[in-house]
């Protein structure tokens, strides 16, 4: 009888860790394609002021992506000290626009620039 018990527990507790784990798993997932979602977005609307091509709206948005996922992680990491996120985040903005720089054209990238100190 105790082997029993012992066993149903030990399969109850391995279901138990197997289920939080998915949740946690499920969780991130969405936080994914929030970002996917959030950096399309903006890369269609800068595809339009600055008329990018395909192969330029794909590398661009794979840049935006990494930078939304960059800046949360930043976000999060540093919430409790804003002077480290302040320069973390500046330099992750600096990063992007160099990244940036190298996907487009100069033609491009001056107009993202102008756009950009509009904001």
């Given at each position: 009888?105790?082997?029993?018990f012992t066993?149903?527990?030990l399969i109850l507790?391995?279901?138990i860790a197997q289920a939080t784990s998915l949740v946690i798993i499920k969780k991130d997932r969405g936080n994914d394609?929030?970002?996917k979602m959030q950096a399309i977005e903006q890369t269609r609307q800068l595809a339009v002021k600055i008329g990018l091509n395909e192969?330029?709206?794909?590398r661009v948005k794979n840049i935006t992506y990494q930078k939304?996922?960059?800046t949360q992680e930043a976000?999060?990491?540093?919430?409790n000290n804003p002077e480290i996120k302040a320069k973390k985040?500046?330099?992750i903005e600096t990063q992007f626009n160099e990244q940036l720089a190298g996907a487009i054209s100069a033609r491009q990238h001056k107009m993202y620039l102008s756009l950009a100190s509009i904001k």
């Open positions: 009888m105790k082997k029993f066993t149903t527990l507790s391995f279901v394609e929030r970002l192969a330029d709206y794909i939304l996922v960059a976000e999060e990491m540093y919430a985040l500046l330099a």
